[in-house]
């Protein structure tokens, strides 16, 4: 008697706890989404381990590594990173307010700029690195979402912002590269959003640590100063954002040796490295 008793009771307290690690998973997309990294083994201290049946359906756009992650990133893990690779292969040109807070309008998405001398279009290379980004984000176990892996989208730059808004992403990172009228200007920069524009304030501060770590990181690996970081209250993708943002321009593809270069696989890696450190100091620093 006494044995089913307590045998019952044991089932209680397992249910009980069960029931409290379900609600516990239902905060956030990017918790949900990490579930399975979380290899746990079955021991008596964890009974939900035993119960695996417990499953929160993953949005799509989400990602996870295959690798399950180091157990000292668990907490990196947890946080969303949205990649925004600047532009597609046809523009759109149809009026969009530039932000929540004016009536001026800029068009939806352009296609950006070409290379002058790989004649590589921006939207090319921008996906390129982006894809680098994301293999390198995944290898730390940090949960990566992409708004495109095609050059056949049509989403514009406000779009792009409620992607990342839905996706509570930690951090919408767009990556882009520059275009000048003189060949000569050259160098990788960090934009963020600009604390003059009301509806940014609450997303200024953040967005400009994770400028300043991007910006830094990338003057580590590509042993180049830059052009530093630069506070833009004119882009609606940062307009429209209400998580913390940044858009990173690559170099200049009107510069004949930094288009080269912007294309050499070796170079290519090293800023998806730079920035790939960027975010885990800035996503650590939560
Ligand atoms: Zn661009």
């Known amino acids: 008697m006494n044995v089913v008793k307590r045998a019952m009771q044991l089932v209680l307290v397992l249910l009980v706890g069960l029931v409290a690690a379900c609600g516990g998973e239902q905060v956030g997309v990017g918790q949900a989404n990490s579930l399975p990294a979380v290899a746990v083994a079955p021991?008596?201290?964890?009974?939900?381990?035993?119960?695996?049946?417990?499953?929160?359906?993953?949005?799509?756009?989400?990602?996870?590594g295959s690798e399950p992650a180091p157990v000292e990133s668990q907490a990196v893990a947890r946080?969303?990173?949205?990649?925004?690779?600047?532009?597609?292969?046809?523009?759109?040109?149809?009026?969009?307010?530039?932000?929540?807070?004016?009536?001026?309008?800029?068009?939806?998405v352009s296609s950006g700029t070409v290379g002058v001398r790989t004649k590589?279009?921006?939207?090319?290379?921008?996906?390129?690195?982006?894809?680098?980004?994301?293999?390198?984000l995944m290898k730390r176990g940090i949960e990566v979402a992409?708004?495109?892996?095609?050059?056949?989208?049509?989403?514009?730059?406000?779009?792009?912002?409620?992607?990342?808004?839905?996706?509570?992403?930690?951090?919408?990172?767009?990556?882009?590269?520059?275009?000048?009228?003189?060949?000569?200007?050259?160098?990788?920069?960090?934009?963020?959003?600009?604390?003059?524009?009301?509806s940014l304030k609450p997303i200024a501060a953040?967005?400009?640590q994770a400028a300043g770590f991007i910006a830094e990181q990338l003057k580590a690996v590509t042993g180049t100063p830059g052009r530093g970081l630069s506070a833009r209250s004119d882009l609606s993708g940062f307009?429209?954002?209400?998580?913390?943002?940044?858009?990173?321009?690559?170099?200049?593809?009107?510069?004949?040796?930094e288009d080269e270069r912007l294309s050499e696989a070796e170079y290519q890696q090293k800023l998806a490295v730079g920035i790939a450190d960027g975010l885990e100091q800035f996503l650590s620093a939560r």
């Open 120 to 136: 590589k279009p921006e939207y090319v290379l921008n996906l390129e690195v982006s894809q680098l980004i994301k293999a390198e």
């Open 146 to 198: 992409m708004t495109r892996e095609s050059h056949e989208v049509d989403i514009s730059n406000k779009q792009r912002a409620d992607m990342a808004n839905e996706a509570s992403a930690a951090l919408a990172v767009r990556i882009h590269a520059d275009g000048d009228s003189s060949p000569k200007t050259s160098g990788f920069s960090v934009l963020y959003p600009s604390a003059s524009v009301a």
């Open 206 to 208: 953040d967005s400009r």
């Open 43 to 64: 021991t008596p201290e964890s009974p939900a381990a035993v119960v695996q049946p417990v499953q929160v359906p993953a949005p799509a756009v989400l990602e996870q």
């Open 239 to 257: 307009n429209w954002s209400k998580v913390p943002v940044v858009l990173v321009e690559l170099g200049f593809m009107t510069n004949p040796e």
């Open 79 to 108: 946080r969303l990173v949205m990649l925004d690779p600047g532009h597609q292969r046809h523009g759109n040109n149809a009026p969009e307010a530039v932000g929540p807070d004016t009536r001026e309008t800029k068009p939806k």
